[in-house]
């Protein structure tokens, strides 16, 4: 009678009630993979950009993908899986507003890095796995500090002080302009002179990072 109970609670409906060894490498897997998800998040991404919209997508995305793959690892999956889950998320596009370059390579990293950590099997020694995802980290952490490569991105504004856009006062427009905005301009273009109105249309470029909020508006 207690071998009936005790393989019933072992194994209901042909599924195993706890599986000690499959459990604790799930529970080490997540706890690395979720390690690596926050360095590149916060230490590498936040560091280096001011908004922080993304920082619950980046994490809920990373954990539904890691345990997905991870839980359908002992299902025969084919490459194609691994792709399609790129190809979901490439066409996505929020309605609310469109994901810039930049964090839509942050949300590709966040799911190749979930579907490394999950679907690598036993033929990938933790060596292995730990010199990828740390090459991974090195290479974004690269990329922001060392070759400093950041997105520019425009603000149309409309310009009143029409004295200021000769081409011989254009240290006075950038100096006011700057002023005026808070922000660090690298360069400007002229879009549209009114001499009637004494107003120009002006586009301004700058690093996405010098200013909150979306990366193009109008003042």
């Known amino acids: 009678m207690k071998s009936f109970l005790f393989y019933t609670l072992y194994k209901f409906m042909d599924t195993k009630l706890i599986d000690v060894e499959d459990l604790l ?10 390690f690596i998800i926050f360095i590149i998040v916060y230490f590498i991404y936040s560091k280096n950009s001011r908004r922080k919209d993304f920082y619950f997508s980046y994490y809920a995305i990373s954990t539904i993908i890691f345990t997905l793959c991870f839980l359908l690892a002992s299902v025969k999956l084919e490459l194609g899986f691994a792709l399609g889950l790129f190809a979901i998320f490439g066409i996505i596009r929020y309605r609310t507003d469109t994901i810039p370059i930049k964090e ?3 949300l590709f ?8 950590n999950a679907l690598s099997g036993k033929k990938v020694s933790y060596i292995e796995l730990l010199f990828t995802n740390a090459a ?10 060392i070759l400093m490569l950041r997105q520019e991105v425009s603000l149309d504004i409309t310009y009143e002080k029409i004295d200021n856009i000769h081409r011989l ?16 301009i690298k360069r400007l273009e002229i879009m549209e002179i009114n001499f009637r109105k004494n107003v120009a249309k002006i586009r301004i470029f700058h690093d996405i ?11």
């Open 25 to 34: 490498e799930l529970v080490a897997r997540y706890c690395f993979n979720l």
């Open 104 to 106: 839509m390579t942050y």
């Open 109 to 116: 990293v966040v799911i190749g890095i979930s579907v490394i």
């Open 136 to 145: 991974i980290v090195t290479t974004m952490w690269i990329l922001e500090k």
């Open 169 to 184: 006062n254009k240290e006075e427009l950038l100096k006011d302009i700057e002023e005026r905005t808070g922000i660090k």
């Open 209 to 219: 990072n010098d200013v909150n909020g979306n990366s193009k508006r109008k003042l």
